[in-house]
T-cell receptor
Framework: SQTIHQWPATLVQPVGSPLSLECTVE??????LYWYRQAAGRGLQLLFY??????ISSEVPQNLSASRPQDRQFILSSKKLLLSDSGFYLC???????????FGPGTRLTVL | KNEVEQSPQNLTAQEGEFITINCSYS?????LHWLQQHPGGGIVSLFM???GKKKHGRLIATINIQEKHSSLHITASHPRDSAVYIC?????????FGAGTRLTVKP
């Protein structure tokens, strides 16, 4: 069966510090991968999606970047965090598009 | 106007009641998702629809492509159904989300 992992579960970082959130999927090959953010009191927002290794599409301009160094690994990064980067970050995968997306447990990021 | 509108924003029901949550969208879509977000933040995909109706246990989702409208129904609601329900529309890899409906089911 397929599983999706995210870590860390929670993170508190100072403004200006770097960020690296990792997402891995097991039990499937060549998944579509997604990063979402849910800011406090706001809805979900798609940040990045990837249909293959090294292929990243960005939905919104921002302080964040994404990379997919391996087939089942998706990394969300920032060189310098802003207060506005605080939120709940969710990774998801799907077999193809359109298809059901399966969400990871999420990372709650607080930037102070 | 948001591309995806959900109603109501908040809903309180008594255990056993029939629940309906509505979603209207203004963009072309290839599919529509209904998601359930638990208090801890975890999200579960309930349904993905491109036409007609789907049923899973006490949950039923319908979509009318012509009217650009979808509904999520919960029959015989239970306190464990308390969560935020989110409608999301998909066009290729572009997903747009509604603001969510916070459902509280009281025993």
């Amino acid at each position: 069966s397929q599983t999706i992992h995210q870590w860390p579960a929670t993170l508190v970082q100072p403004v200006g510090s770097p960020l690296s959130l990792e997402c891995t999927v097991e039990g499937t090959s060549n998944p579509n991968l997604y990063w979402y953010r849910q800011a406090a009191g706001r809805g979900l927002q798609l940040l990045f999606y990837s249909v293959g290794i090294g292929q990243i599409s960005s939905e919104v301009p921002q302080n964040l970047s994404a990379s997919r160094p391996q087939d089942r690994q998706f990394i969300l990064s920032s060189k310098k965090l802003l207060l506005s980067d605080s939120g709940f970050y969710l990774c998801a995968w799907s077999v193809s598009q359109p298809d059901t997306q399966y969400f990871g447990p999420g990372t709650r990021l607080t930037v102070l | 106007k948001n591309e995806v509108e959900q109603s109501p924003q908040n809903l309180t029901a008594q255990e056993g009641e029939f629940i309906t949550i509505n979603c209207s969208y203004s963009v072309g879509i290839s599919a529509l998702h209904w998601l359930q977000q638990h208090p801890g933040g975890g999200i579960v995909s309930l349904f993905m629809l491109s036409s007609g109706k789907k049923k899973h246990g006490r949950l039923i989702a319908t979509i009318n492509i012509q009217e650009k409208h979808s509904s999520l129904h919960i029959t015989a609601s239970h306190p464990r159904d308390s969560a935020v329900y989110i409608c999301a529309v998909l066009n290729n890899n572009d997903m747009r989300f509604g603001a969510g409906t916070r459902l509280t089911v009281k025993p």
